[in-house]
């Protein structure tokens, strides 16, 4: 369960106006994250946590039709460690006994995801005396991976510990089309057509 365990604003300015509207958000929490790390009482050595990803749009004109590709990537790798005995992570010999044992949990979580789009985009095409009509159609796929695994170690007289781990695999494939007819310079009608049947399947787990 999500708990809040601290909170800090960012500046704030006037709705589209103002000294902060060219201001990426990336660039405002940079000020946020050291006030509120301190705020929540958390280690920040407890967490190691990296996100990164890339993209690229290609276009390409022919005769009023354009080709579109856009190639997409992310992964996230995230480790926790955290204790739920009232001596901590202390591994020494003097402060444990078996009502007090050491206690260390680790999580770690593995996520990629990889997209890929191909559209067409139409110019306006003349239908005589019944108007025009463009459109646009294209694919797309998209594949996720998520591993994770949860290990704890207790320590008494002896040290024992479990781990258990999963994953989940899942890959997403889409169809789409959307025509808009011109009927004349007040009336248009639009249609559109999609289908995505997702997958996924678990994998691993011990």
């Known amino acids: 369960t999500p708990v809040i365990v601290g909170a800090a604003r960012t500046a704030i300015g006037r709705s589209f106006k103002g000294t ?26 407890a ?5 990164k990803g890339l993209s690229a749009q290609v276009n390409w004109r022919r005769n009023g039709y ?6 997409a990537w992310r992964a996230w790798d995230n480790t926790q460690r955290t204790t739920t ?24 979580l593995e996520f990629t995801q990889a997209s890929q789009e191909l559209r067409i985009a139409s110019p306006r095409i003349s239908l005589s005396t019944l108007g025009a009509f463009d459109y646009v159609a294209g694919l797309f ?30 890959d997403s494939y889409s169809a789409f089309g959307e025509a808009t007819f011109h009927l004349d310079t007040a009336w248009r009608v ?7 049947p997702p997958t996924s399947a678990p994998y691993g787990g011990t």
């Not at 005995?85 to 444990?96: C, L, M, V």
């Not at 996720?144 to 989940?168: C, F, L, P, Q, W």
């Open 85 to 108: 005995s009232p001596i901590g992570n202390s591994a020494e010999a003097a402060r444990i006994t078996s009502a007090y044992p050491a206690t260390r949990d680790i999580g770690t």
């Open 20 to 45: 902060l509207v060219n201001t990426p958000p990336e660039t405002l929490i940079t000020a946020v994250l050291p006030e509120v790390v301190p705020r929540s009482g958390i280690d920040p050595s």
């Open 66 to 71: 354009t080709l579109t590709s856009i190639t």
């Open 47 to 51: 967490i190691d946590d990296i996100n």
């Open 190 to 196: 639009i249609a559109r057509l999609q289908t995505n």
């Open 141 to 170: 796929y998209l594949h996720g991976k998520d591993r994770e695994t949860y290990e704890r170690i207790v320590t008494t007289n002896a040290t024992n510990s479990g781990r258990a781990g999963y994953g989940v695999e899942s």
